[in-house]
C-alpha cells in the first residue's frame, strides 16, 4: 500500500508543478523537496521520527556503538517498521538483555518518545546435569 500511495501523491506532486510552473517560481524547490520525501517512504531506510507510543515487539535489533540503535518494530498485525534510534548505553544494554532472553523482546514506547526494553531472564541453573544414556548400543 506504501508504494502506490507514493506513487500517486509523487504524480499529484509533478501534476501540480507542471499546472502551477510558469506561474509562481517557488513550486519547483517546494515539489523537489514534496518528492524527495515521497520516494523516501518506501525505499527501506530507518524512519528518524520517534515510533508512536504503544506496545511492540522487537523482530530484530543493531546496536552500533556511540551512534545509533536500528531496531525493527512489530506491532499488532501491522507490518514491521524500521527505526533509527538515539544511542545511550543505558538503552543498547536494556535492548541486549531484553533479546537475550528466552521468548523474544518487547519495546513499550512512552508518550515522551522514551523506549523501555522487555523480556524474559535468559534460562541459568545451578543443578548439575545427568549425562544421557544412549538409546541403543552397537558392538561389543
Known sequence: MTIPTTWLALSLALAAY???AYRT???LPALAVASALCMWVPTGTPRITVPPA???TVVGADIQVDAAIF???KSGDMPPTYYKLPYSTAQANALQAAMDGEGGAGATVGEGGGVAYDGEAPVTGDESKAPEAPALNVGG
Do not use: E, K, N, Q
Open 71 to 73: 531496531v525493527l518494530l
Open 54 to 56: 504503544g506496545h511492540y
Open 18 to 20: 507542471a499546472w502551477f
Open 25 to 27: 517560481p517557488y513550486v
